[in-house]
């Protein structure tokens, strides 16, 4: 499992990033939480896997919308964090490489805010593939791309990652997917995108 997941392994690690998370009101969450409710126009069935679910980050866009949400995350102590916050949550700790469930058993899989960790096309195509095997409608996830007026270059030490749109449709291609629709949270300022995709 890439590096970037250690530190949210950490239970007060993961109580920070849920505290920031309730009391952040900047403009780039709202444009992020739009681009995503966006993206879940595209849904098709009620049966959802939010993976990685972290500590809940989107759980209530979700719960307006859909009413069976299964809840994923590699950090134990995320997940400890994402169940305790409401009590009608339902999920496990997995490996989202080697997802526990049987293929096409969710109508829908969102994967908000982990592609863009990756430093590695092989690491991408696998997320890609095991989203796609899951999800029998199809599946969304959160990039960075390079946009022209964005500062959030691939910095050296930086742990988020900016990818052109033509290897995304490479990766999406390779994991035996098409992409439907990609959508912005602020073109051309913002790397932030939700591609949306389905099997081929």
Request: charged share 30%.
């Amino acid at each position: 499992m890439p590096e970037f997941n250690e530190r949210y392994h950490k239970l007060d690690t993961a109580q920070a990033y849920e505290e920031k998370i309730k009391t952040r009101r900047k403009l780039s969450t709202r444009l992020e939480f739009r681009m995503v409710g966006r993206s879940l126009d595209h849904v098709v069935g009620d049966k959802i896997l939010d993976c990685p679910c972290g500590t809940g980050r989107i759980d209530e866009l979700l719960r307006e919308r859909f009413s069976d949400i299964t809840g994923v995350d590699g950090a134990e102590a995320m997940f400890e964090v994402y169940m305790a916050g409401n009590p009608d949550r339902k999920g496990q700790v997995a490996d989202i490489f080697n997802l526990p469930f049987a293929d096409n058993e969710f109508d829908w899989t969102l994967c908000h805010r982990l592609f863009h960790h990756f430093k590695n096309d092989a690491d991408r195509t696998a997320l890609v593939s095991s989203l796609n095997r899951v999800s029998k409608n199809g599946f969304c996830f959160y990039a960075w791309v390079s946009v022209p007026f964005s500062r959030r270059g691939n910095r050296p030490g930086k742990s988020r990652q900016t990818v052109d749109v033509a290897d995304i449709r490479k990766i999406v291609d390779q994991a035996g997917a098409k992409i439907d629709e990609m959508y912005y949270a602020a073109w051309p300022f913002s790397p932030k995108v939700m591609v949306v995709c389905s099997a081929k």
